[in-house]
């Protein structure tokens, strides 16, 4: 069985067996668009990767006067026809792909949240004997009030009694008229708890942490900003801005009582994301740039990174199974995109259908200082012939044919392109030999042998 190109390369070049750290999806679950807020149009609000379809939730919508709008609530406007949501292009059009969508997707999203949790060193009583809490029970949201930071109304409404429970420890018993005015005077926005209160009293009712975690799901639909910038296969970065628009389509007031009148349209400011090739991952002597890297986009080869790792060294970059490109690293070397697929060119496949190929093709035609070498999957042994191809003509290279390896070796390579690797060289075929010229004059007929020329008689 024929090795192929990495087993051989192992051996044959030491290859880093260092594994990579690939890129997370770039897909967020969530995103607030913010309307009509105080943002800088220089902020970029996410980077993203070229030629990746961006995804991103509209989780809120912030508008001048009305104040937020859920994200759940948005999409149910549209669901039922009470306002449409579209996107201005503000910035970069030409390099999207296509128009940006906005979308309803169904979402069964959950949220956790962390809250202090309060746990009682002692049982706390209404005057009636009730519990309020027992001792050691913990309890995440404790009601609070607002009396101005004074305690004026304990002693309005009645003094705390402290007794002892069977064990000793102290029970305390509030007047109920005080619970009452606690839960009445709830104000989330005062620090003053239960706890304040009784800290007041015997300074050691409650101990605070912070451990509790409060799950919470909703179920319902969200709206979906969706988008891919192009790819470009080169170093640069594009930034693309956008603004969105809620048009009111029917006259409605929704459920916070805020009326929306037929007509009115609230547009937010400008955001925008800037697309990117991420780096390679790591940076030796010997790399790896497999096909999930390059799905994730980490395809960019920052020179005066790898430089710093290894001066002016010989690297070798491996493409998956197929080719290996190996070259000495110059200071005065630029920034290249490694962007590669293994995709068949039909054409030349369809013209030679009895020969095996391998293809590799480096989209941005990356371009090094010092001139390298490509070596291939000797796919046709010593037969092999690989080719550079430019979309029409296939230009022959000379390699030399390793039989310990059964590679084939191309010295002088500088850019990277298409490369067509053969079985066989590939003969054109030899054109028909043109048939015989016809003369188009018309034939004229003379007289029979036996015949007068002049009389006809014979």
Known sequence: MKKTLAAVLAAAMALSTASVVLATDFEMDEYTIKLNGDSSTDDVRDTIAYGKEYKALISSVTVDDIGTIDGYDLAEWVDKGYASVTVTVTEGSSKLAGKPAIEIRRINSSSQTTKATHTWNWTIRDYNNNIIVRKGQTVGDIPVFDNNGTWDFITNYGDVTQTADTAGDPVFKINDDVVKYIKKNKDTTNNATYSSLLTSITGNAVTASNDLKEESNKLGNL????????????????????????????????????????????????????????????????????????????????????????GNDTFTIAFEDVAVFEAKLSAGQKDVNLFYDLDEKTDVTDAYPNVDFEFITFRGNPSFVNSGTMTFNAVGGKNTQVYKYDGEALTPLTGSYDSTYDTVVVKGVKTLGTFVVASEILEEDEPDEPAEPVSSAPVVEGPEEDENPKTGAC
């Open 223 to 310: 709206l979906r900003l969706k988008f891919k910038v192009t790819d470009t296969y080169g170093t640069s970065d594009t930034t693309v801005g956008m603004k969105l628009r809620v048009t009111i389509k029917k006259s409605f007031t929704d459920d916070n009582g805020v009326s929306h009148v037929k007509g009115n349209t609230y547009t937010s400011d400008e955001f925008r994301f800037k697309a990117v090739y991420y780096e390679l991952s790591d940076y030796y002597d010997d790399m790896q740039l497999t096909l999930e890297e390059v799905d994730k986009r980490h395809v960019k080869l920052d020179a005066s990174d790898l430089y710093d790792e290894i």
